[in-house]
């Protein structure tokens, strides 16, 4: 059973698959505790008793309900979706093992990406695509774990202050190259700026929030 908290159709508005119609899984439950993060109300698991599928699907407004789903049930409800790319997000959807619905997805026509801070073990299809935002140094003390990065198809950073920055710096230097996407903190001038000459100078690439400029979840 995986905890769902929302489940929409839109389109990936960040990084490599940005423009691409997908359906999003938004998993209940993170221990990170980013205090920027856009979805607090999926931090907790205990709130009270899951909810039917059926109400999450309704879901209008953010909430902390969730519906607890078996794998049988979320993949007969993907396949009435018109994407054919799936989102696993959160919270943290890597507090469970997507082995099963990501292969079975993926065994069905469907592209499969996971976007995770890195600080739990990836239990996913080896054919899906990582998306890893490391979250270092965050409220809930979790630890960045090095297997995270060896797995990462690609870096998603967000970026508010030059010491972001010298974090990424000594990840790389730690872990070897990778596809990076530098993410400004809130879209502010500021970040953004910091965003661009970092990229030019480290031949990285900038990722902007596309689905909030056409707003659309």
Known sequence: MLPVNELFETVQGEAT?????????????????CPWCDTKYTWELNHAPPDPLAIILG?????PSFAAVSIDELVQTLSQSQSRHLVLTGGEPCMYDLTELSGRMIADGWTVQVETSGTEPIRIDPRAWVTVSPKLNMPGGMTFQAEAWQRANEIKMPIGKPADVEEL???VRLHGPALVWLQPLSMSKKATELCM??????RWRISVQTHKFLGVR
């Open 17 to 33: 698959f940005t423009g691409m119609p997908s359906t999003f899984v938004r998993l209940q439950g993170c221990d990170v505790g």
């Open 59 to 63: 879901k209008i407004e953010p909430s």
């Open 169 to 171: 710096l000594a990840l």
């Open 197 to 202: 000459e970092a990229a030019r100078q480290n």
